[in-house]
């Protein structure tokens, strides 16, 4: 077993892709001689040269226009968007070509490039810089969108990514950077699209991903002396979702919760919500319910902390769950 931050994980994670597949490539602004600026690819200019980890000019659109001529000449790039809110500029190169490329060519071409995406806030920076961008991708189809919440996901999913043939959106919580767990690095992890039940529990499904994760699982704590017990699942795939894990637990609990950073109106929760509602109707106990961001920009650092879910609006909502 090794101690490692989530993202000291990451980094571990694409030295071994690298190890394995010579045409695995690491590109992005400032990855090289910095090591990016959370030093998620530290060291790895240094020990693969600067063919294979490339410091990249500031263009995003550039990048991934890049990466997708190296996919289609039998390269899997990883690509570095080094904040959130810069991703922008790139949006018109992954939606419509991307996403699109491998049906419109019905599967003739492949487009293996990882997409990586610090996100949400937590670190006292401002707008552009601690987005929750997720539901633009999500809606994209033709993209595989994953989001890691822990060290040792985060070791074995960018692995995972990289060796698929689906372009991916990978997010990674950049708070929970400097979390730190025990790794076995040889053991394998979850295949990409399932969920994980990191908390069983028998009262209320708590559904998130990323950065929420560890605030649902401190949120089953603190009632746990109350006599109420949470089930947490970390959805890990956002796009394709993994509904079977999903229905199984609201069928035994009958209530949910889901929880996000992201702004409440149109984010991924709002389909997390409707699927549930579908399948589980006649197993709820009350409706489900979403706790994310407010419908604002980002705010100030001084805000932030009332912007940002926490612990209280968690439990308040499952306070509410049980008002029906």
Request: proline content about 7%; glycine content about 8%; some cysteine.
């Amino acid at each position: 077993m090794t101690t490692l931050t989530l993202g000291k994980a990451l980094n571990e994670g694409m030295r071994r892709a690298m190890e394995n597949d010579p045409k695995v490539l690491v590109m992005g602004e400032d990855v090289g001689k910095l090591g990016g600026v959370f030093r998620v690819t530290d060291g790895l200019q240094k020990d693969f040269g600067e063919d294979r980890v490339i410091d990249t000019p500031l263009a995003e659109s550039g990048i991934i226009g890049t990466a997708i001529g190296l996919a289609l000449r039998g390269y899997r790039p990883i690509c570095e968007i080094q904040f959130d809110g810069f991703v922008f500029p790139a949006a018109d190169q992954i939606i419509t070509q991307l996403a699109k490329m491998p049906l419109r060519s019905l599967g003739a071409l492949k487009l293996p490039v990882v997409v990586r995406i610090p996100c949400g806030g937590g670190i006292g920076a401002v707008e552009h810089h601690s987005e929750s961008p997720e539901a633009y991708f999500t809606h994209t189809s033709g993209l595989r969108v994953v989001a890691c919440s822990n060290p040792v996901d985060a070791y074995t999913m960018i692995q995972d990514a990289v060796r698929c043939d689906d372009p991916i959106i990978f997010f990674e919580p950049k708070r929970r950077y400097w979390d730190k767990a025990d790794i076995d690095l040889d053991a394998p992890g979850l295949p990409l699209d399932r969920a994980r039940v990191v908390r069983p529990g028998r009262d209320v499904t708590l559904v998130a991903y990323g950065p929420m994760v560890k605030t649902c699982l401190e949120a089953a704590a603190a009632v746990e002396e109350d006599g109420r017990d949470l089930e947490v699942i970390d959805l890990r795939s956002l796009n394709p979702l993994d509904m079977a894990v999903l229905e199984e637990s609201v069928q035994r609990t009958g209530r949910c919760v889901v929880v996000h950073e992201a702004p409440i109106f149109t984010g991924l929760g709002a389909e997390v919500v409707a699927r549930v509602s579908e399948r589980c109707f006649y197993h709820l106990e009350s409706p489900v319910l979403r706790v994310g961001g407010f419908s604002t920009p980002y705010p100030p650092s001084r805000l932030e902390e009332y912007y940002l879910p926490d612990l209280d609006r968690v439990l308040d909502a499952v306070d509410r769950t049980f008002a029906y």
